[in-house]
């Protein structure tokens, strides 16, 4: 065992020294955070410049809906000057309308140097529609018929409230929920991946500098693969960790930032169901946040985290075990890169129907339960399902060890011949 302690103390403190470490641990809880506060602070910047835009209606009776906004100058024309196609021309978009277009609908285009922006192309479009509307409307002969219609038109606003086994309360928004189910599939796709592809990285890095031969010298092959395995899955939880609190800090000065006021919309410090039909969109959503089951997440998180990283990791180092060169990981790693695939795709699907066939069995299956157990965790799970999910990975990991071991333990030195799937077969069962 104190060999073991000596392989993880190494795996863990070459690699949490490295300098990409150090750079990667500091710097995604920022780079994640600028993903989502750049582009909303963007969208709150009104750009000064203003486009002019050409209204070349040959109707005559289309030029006067448009009106000026704060982006876009409309001005009209009686015909499509040949200016308006020079590259020096300051007119960004022409509209040219020749028809009536509620006789003819497709008698308009824009002519624009560059691809039309899709602002003004649904502020056009929506200005257009609206006259031809009323256009219709007034060909009927009855006046009040446009304000009847507006009147009888009617947009609900559902609002979702979960109940919990005790019968309580609480705000839910399918948004948030999907949204943190695929953060939290997509983080855990990551780390299963980067850091099992790690450790067949190191395997094979000491198996080519021929290190390994003077380790197992005094150290079994077994304690070499189970020492890496689990110093590397140590980084793994290390650089969550650092993550978490960093986050911790940075999500609520983002927040001053954004201009949320998180003290409004939690009233009273309850997170609870609130029985006010009029709560805007924003503070459902808030409460919609606070009210998602974080404990279990992350519980489950670690747990799947975990599981799946020994269950993939073992496999890898079996892998990096066996060939000599980085080229000759192809035929091996295809299968186990498409099973991962295979799994994201399931996860993406079943947010559709997180109670569907494909959900619940893809989050049942050891090979992809990691992956896809995840993005049902904040939809509500029952209990049952999360302790088979969890207790078949733990297994199947066990059963992935002991076979992985057993294929590294002759791999590990075997130089020059690359051994087939059915020869690595034949060093799992009869070692």
Known sequence: MNK???????????????????????????????????????????????????????TGHYADCFKDTLNFHFQTSPQLLPAY?????????????????????????????KEVAENLYQYVSSCLNDQVRKDKLMATGIPEL??????????????????????????????????????????????????????????????????????????KPFQLMLGKITGILLVGLFQLLIWALLLAVIVPIADKLCGVNIAMMSANGSTAAVPDAGLSDAMIMWLSVMNLPYLEMGIMFLLLFIGGYLLYASVFAAIGASINEQQDSSQFMMPIMLLMAFSLYAAIYSVENTDGPLAFWASIFPLSSPIVMMVRIPFGVPLWQEILSVALLYLTALLGIWGSGRIYRVGILMYGKKPSLKQMMRWMLKG
């Open 4 to 58: 073991i302690a000596i392989i993880i103390r190494r795996e863990f403190l070459t690699r949490i020294k490295k300098k990409s470490f150090i750079l990667l641990t500091i710097l995604m809880p920022f780079i994640m955070c600028a993903v989502v506060i750049v582009p909303l602070l963007l969208a709150q910047i009104n750009s000064d410049e203003e486009s002019k835009v050409v209204i070349v209606d040959k």
């Open 85 to 113: 196609k020079s590259d020096t021309s300051d007119i960004s978009t022409v509209v040219l309308i020749t028809d009536d277009l509620a006789k003819n609908p497709s008698a308009v285009q824009m002519y624009s140097h």
């Open 146 to 219: 446009g304000k009847m219609i507006d009147n009888i038109q009617a947009e609900t606003s559902i609002r979702t409230i979960k109940w919990s086994e005790g019968g309580e309360e609480k705000d839910s928004h399918r948004g948030v929920a999907m949204v943190a189910g695929f953060i939290m599939t997509m983080i855990s796709y990551f780390f299963v991946l980067t850091y099992g592809g790690m450790v067949m990285q190191a395997v094979m890095e000491e198996k080519a500098n021929r290190i390994v031969e003077l380790i197992v010298s005094s150290v």
